[in-house]
């Protein structure tokens, strides 16, 4: 029983290091951080849009049913 628990103990960080969602998400980063220059093709191809928007409350509203703003 002692010796299971020692190989518990030792076996527990390294399968939890093997997280695959972890990985998964350093490649997404890896993916949206990188310079990228494509057109639709390789946008569909990517499955990614990456889009530089501007955040405030006063940058687009709706007044009386109509857009306002930028």
């Not at 949206?32 to 409350?57: C, H, N, Q, W």
């Amino acid at each position: 029983m002692r010796q299971l628990q020692r190989i518990a103990i030792f076996l527990l960080p390294l399968w939890l290091g093997m997280n695959p969602s972890a990985m998964a998400g350093k490649l997404q980063e890896e993916l949206i951080t990188r310079s990228f220059t494509g057109d639709l093709p390789e946008m569909k191809k990517r499955r990614l849009i990456r889009a530089l928007v501007v955040y405030g409350p006063t940058d687009f509203f709706f007044r009386e049913g109509k857009p306002r703003g930028i």
